[in-house]
């Protein structure tokens, strides 16, 4: 593909959507939580839902992004499924949110980067409800390099 100058070359939607769950990742690493944002995405385009991690804040171990974006997406659809919605989460889901994502029967799951010890996929990719499609590793090496520099950061720190 040609660009003439001044000319920006097009960015897939997935790509598009992932920037803005890296948005949330950013809030998170602000509020000094794992740096993992998630949103989900209407069949027309629209951001339904946004979060990101608050586990520290809330002291709560099922607050995870994505748990964040599902209650806000499903607060802006009146219910409790998403069908026809696209969860974008910068980091593979784990398999409690995977299983969260198998009730709210999203049809498809884009993330970031491979969680290659806790992610849902290492388990068992029949997590998901049978009809939800998976993509994996969109802006992989951003989502994957915020996370491992917030834990390298810590380490540092202790």
């Not at 919605?85 to 784990?94: A, F, G, K």
């Not at 969109?138 to 917030?150: H, P, T």
């Amino acid at each position: 593909m040609r660009y003439t100058f001044g000319e920006e070359p097009e960015i897939s939607t997935d790509e598009f959507y992932m920037k803005e769950a890296y948005k949330e990742a950013l809030l998170a690493l602000a509020a000094d939580e794992v740096p993992i944002g998630a949103i989900v995405v209407a069949a027309n385009g629209r951001i339904i839902g946004r979060g990101y991690n608050l586990t520290e804040r809330l002291n709560d171990v099922t607050a995870h992004a994505e748990m964040q974006a599902f209650t806000a997406a499903s607060n802006a659809m009146g219910g409790k499924y998403l069908k026809d919605c696209t969860l974008y989460v910068t980091m593979e889901p784990c398999v409690m949110c995977a299983g969260a994502s198998y009730w709210t029967q999203v049809s498809k799951i884009v993330f970031g980067a491979y969680d290659t010890q806790r992610g849902f996929s290492r388990v068992s990719p029949s997590i998901l409800h049978p009809k939800t499609i998976f993509v994996g590793g969109i802006l992989q090496e951003s989502c994957g390099d915020l996370v491992r520099k917030f834990f390298q950061e810590k380490r540092n720190k202790s």
